[in-house]
């Protein structure tokens, strides 16, 4: 293990998800985001990519940036709905020459969004594990994959989420990034249906500290992720009082991130919403340290 890691409670490992701005003002908090999170020393973080290329240009902007002037070690998402197989090794040329070298490989949502229904381009790759083997063959990249543990919201059911997964990993994936959630004993059951399938690569949970619950539920409701009633208990009267609101979100994203480590679970991908207060909130309950912080201690 790293010395990063050994720092880590319990030997956690982090990594962070950003989107790319699509303003000036969303670009600035980008950026602070960016600095305010650099001293927790993510495994990597990664940039989301817009379906059908829609955020290419900002993607592949921010992308860019964190590679060149940040430390992190940085991902792009990449997508290949409505696309044809040209056009997606075009994007990908254009992403190697940014220097970008870990990929999220993704189908994407279709060009109608989430709830349209979707059609494979006659000249594209149809799905994910097809794109992940075209990723492969490009090169040696790491390559991070999806995982659904409540079920993707086209998938017929769990057992065809998990064959899907199984080609993703024999076509080269290096691990499953999955859709946020909040049954920890739902993630337990798909994790163990997973390693019954064979599948060996790691299965990273997506954690989403709630930033807004209200807009948290309709977004769940669009990407097949169920919002259990206990947190409407928890954040009950507090949609005026945004301090103890922070408080209780960053509560219940470190409760979940505890019950999974004692569950076995050590590697955790952090859905930031380009924010930075409250996952720093999250961490420090968890008894990780800032990088500044292990100095300061070690010069005490």
């Known amino acids: 293990m790293s010395s990063r890691s050994e720092s880590r409670n319990d030997g956690i490992r982090i990594s962070f998800e950003f989107f790319p701005p699509k303003s000036e003002e969303a670009e600035q908090q980008l950026w602070n985001t960016v600095e305010e999170l650099s001293d927790w020393e993510p495994e990597f973080v990664s940039v989301t990519y817009g379906a059908g290329g829609s955020t290419k240009a900002p993607t592949l902007s921010a992308v860019r940036r964190m590679i060149h002037e940040t430390p992190f070690t ?6 290949c709905v409505g696309a044809t197989r040209e056009d997606t090794h075009r994007v990908i040329d254009e992403f190697l020459a940014a220097g970008v070298r870990r990929f999220v490989a993704l189908r994407g949502d279709p060009p109608g969004g989430v709830g349209a229904a979707y059609l494979p381009h006659p000249g594209g790759y149809a799905n994910a594990a097809e794109l992940v083997g075209a990723l492969r063959e490009r090169g040696d990249f790491d390559i991070s994959v999806s995982a659904y543990p409540e079920k993707h919201p ?6 065809a989420d998990i064959d899907m997964l199984k080609r993703k990993a024999e076509n080269g994936a290096d691990r ?36 807004n619950l209200t807009q948290l539920k309709r977004f769940a409701g669009a990407c097949g992720a169920s ?24 509560e219940v994203a470190a409760e979940q991130i505890q019950d ?13 919403m380009n924010r930075s207060a409250l996952i720093s909130d999250v961490l420090k309950r968890l008894g990780l340290q800032r990088k500044a912080d292990v100095r300061a201690g070690a010069a005490a």
């Open 260 to 272: 999974l480590v004692r569950r076995g679970i050590h590697e955790f991908h952090l859905y930031t």
């Open 154 to 159: 086209e998938s017929r059911d769990t057992s």
């Open 74 to 79: 940085t991902a792009s998402h990449l997508t």
């Open 176 to 211: 499953a990034l999955t859709q946020f959630f909040f049954d920890n004993d739902a993630f337990e059951r798909y994790h163990d249906r997973v390693r019954a399938a064979g599948i060996q690569i790691p299965i990273v949970p997506g954690i989403m500290p709630i930033q």
């Open 227 to 250: 919002i259990p009633s206990w947190l409407d208990t928890r954040f009950e009267g507090l949609d005026e009082n945004t301090e103890d609101r922070a408080k209780v979100a960053a």
